[in-house]
């Protein structure tokens, strides 16, 4: 069974840093495209950062380039997010991606909040 798994989420101040990690299970993360989404309370999900799974070009969303980093380890079948520099508007519901075609992919999500 193909499965996705998030971990690393919870609260953390502002300007404090967290990183998520991701791993699948039941399938090979290699031939994927990944990403990374976030959900914050009363708003679309949105991708904010992806990895292909070709040349491993990466791409970030406005608000978080410059203070995210998405990886990737295909030899551990894993991807993670690096978050740095973070805002109280970063808080939100992250999910992992993996996408390959017509198939695509979800963690359950782990929540992020960034308070004082």
């Known amino acids: 069974q193909m499965h996705l798994e998030e971990s690393g989420g919870g609260l953390v101040q502002p300007g404090g840093s967290l990183s998520l990690s991701c791993a699948a299970s039941?399938?090979?993360?290699?031939?994927?495209?990944v990403a990374w989404f976030r959900q914050a309370p009363g708003k679309e999900r949105e991708q904010i950062a992806c990895?292909?799974?070709?040349?491993?070009?990466?791409t970030y969303e406005e608000p978080v380039k410059g203070r995210f980093t998405i990886s990737r380890d295909n030899a551990k079948n894993s991807m993670w997010l690096q978050m740095s520099s973070l805002k109280p508007e970063d808080t939100a519901v992250y999910y992992c991606?993996?996408?390959?075609?017509?198939?695509?992919?979800w963690g359950q999500g782990t929540q992020v909040t960034v308070s004082s």
């Open positions: 991606s993996a996408e390959r075609g017509p198939f695509t992919y």
């Open positions: 990895i292909q799974n070709v040349d491993h070009t990466t």
């Open positions: 039941g399938f090979t993360l290699n031939m994927y495209a």
